[in-house]
């Protein structure tokens, strides 16, 4: 402020002597003049010092004023929080404020006519250069990213931005670079992307593992699938073995049948006619002591016996009269061994609607079941469907009894067990399906069905 005041007095004091010497120049030439003339030229000489001492007045306040905003102006530049540069075509620092200084780590003198590119880490000296370059060469601001090393060999990343102006002498080029520091943020991106560098490794040993599991899931669904296939082949061969085997069973049946029948119950029945011919010749008593008629009695018995079994082997009413009659007569035979059972038919099939393979199993299911309301159900009424409803024949017999439990393990043991999984085998190896419904205290309804 001293320089400024005394710069602005010898300003003063050489305007004053052109004042002077313009005076005496013109008071010269104007040559001799009365009085009033000379008092009235030093009136308005009077009138234009006070004007100038005025203006100077103002003049000075004005550069005081001036020289107090360019201090201002000096301590807003030097302790902004970020650095100021002002730098040559060639990098080189010319000015520069306390704060950029201070990132740098050095003083500002010790930075004037110092190269930029010095305080540039060696990774980021292209994109400093490009930076630059870029700069002068289209006259826009550019921004980067670089790395700047101190003084003391420590580090910092900042964002540096840069715009060119020229100035007055020789059109000089200069670069206006402000530097803000973002080393926090650097090194917090720097973490972030390390975690999720480990993340990205975790993720893909997660991956891998989970691809190796899947492989072995795979493998074993592979294998569960190979064991299902295989399963079902085996219950497809179990089925195919038992269809077999009940066809086996039922043509050894057919064959014993015959070979009771033509054989020993035919030799029984001529046993016994030959016994009663003889009765009507003889007095009716054997040497032996035996009545003939005793003889003819047992013959007889064992003839009836041996039907039974024939019958039960494999009814030949089955063979040569057909189902219908078959299971009418089973039921005859049913209430007959059975009075306390009474058996309502209502059959309303007719014999030639029945494919010849079922006819078989409709005997043998409804065998079963009329054994199982013999033996478990304590019934006293029994009721006989068999019918044909469009395209399909239904087989159902109920009965009043005491029921059970279908899902009771117990009720699958031995006896009424047996009974079910054979009726079940048979619908199931014929093609058609079966429901047996039964509940304690409210008998017993088994539902048999097929497509023809």
């Not at 004042?19 to 013109?26: G, I």
């Not at 090194?187 to 997660?206: I, T």
């Not at 009329?370 to 006293?380: G, Q, R």
């Not at 009726?423 to 539902?447: D, P």
Request: net charge negative; charged share 30%.
């Amino acid at each position: 402020m001293r320089k400024t005041g005394a710069k602005n007095e010898r300003g003063f004091k050489k305007l004053r002597s052109r004042a002077e010497e313009f005076l005496n120049k013109r008071f010269a030439d104007a040559g001799p003049s009365p009085v009033e003339n000379v008092q009235k030229l030093v009136h308005e000489l009077r009138v234009h010092q006070v004007e100038l001492e005025m203006q100077n007045e103002e003049l000075r306040n004005a550069q005081e004023e001036l020289a107090e905003s360019r201090d201002r102006y000096f301590d807003l530049y030097d302790f902004a929080p970020i650095g100021y540069f002002t730098l040559d075509e060639k990098g080189v620092i010319l000015e520069v404020n306390l704060t950029g200084a201070d990132m740098l780590g050095s003083n500002r003198a010790g930075l004037i006519k110092k190269g930029f590119t010095r305080f540039v880490g060696p990774g980021y000296q292209d994109a400093y250069y490009s930076h630059r370059r870029q700069a002068i060469e289209t006259g826009s601001k550019q921004v980067s990213e670089i790395e700047l090393k101190k003084k003391d060999g420590h580090s910092l990343y900042v964002q540096i931005q840069s715009i060119t102006v020229q100035e007055n002498e020789g059109n000089a080029i200069r670069l206006r670079t402000v530097i803000v520091d973002i080393t926090d943020r650097k090194r917090a991106e720097m973490e972030l992307c390390e975690v999720h560098g480990q993340l990205e490794k975790k993720f893909e040993k997660r991956t891998a593992d989970l691809l190796k599991i899947n492989a072995r899931l795979y493998q074993e669904v592979e294998e569960r699938k190979r064991m299902e296939e295989a399963l079902k082949a085996s219950e497809i061969e179990l089925h195919s073995l038992t269809s077999r085997l009940l066809k086996i069973q039922e043509d050894e049946r057919r064959a014993i049948a015959l070979d009771l029948h033509d054989t020993i119950s035919q030799n029984l029945v001529a046993i016994r006619m030959f016994v009663e011919s003889r009765l009507r010749i003889d007095e009716g008593v054997s040497q032996s002591g035996v009545s003939l008629e005793r003889i003819y009695s047992m013959i007889g018995d064992c003839i009836a016996g041996l039907r039974r079994i024939v019958e039960h082997l494999r009814p030949s009413i089955l063979d040569d009269l057909g189902v219908i009659i078959a299971v009418n007569r089973l039921c005859e035979e049913f209430e007959e061994m059975h009075h306390e059972i009474s058996v309502d038919r209502n059959v309303t099939v007719m014999e030639k609607e029945i494919p010849e393979k079922l006819k078989i199993v409709i005997y043998r299911i409804l065998q079963e079941a009329l054994n199982n309301v013999a033996k478990h159900s304590e019934a006293s009424n029994a009721k006989i469907s068999l019918r044909k409803i469009e395209s399909r024949i239904e087989l159902a017999i109920k009965d009043d009894g005491a029921g059970f439990d279908v899902d009771d393990e117990r009720s699958q043991g031995l006896g009424k067990g047996i009974g079910l999984s054979s009726m079940k085998e048979r619908a199931f190896l014929s093609g058609g399906s079966i429901s047996i419904q039964s509940r304690k205290g409210a008998g017993t309804a088994v539902f048999t069905s097929w497509n023809c």
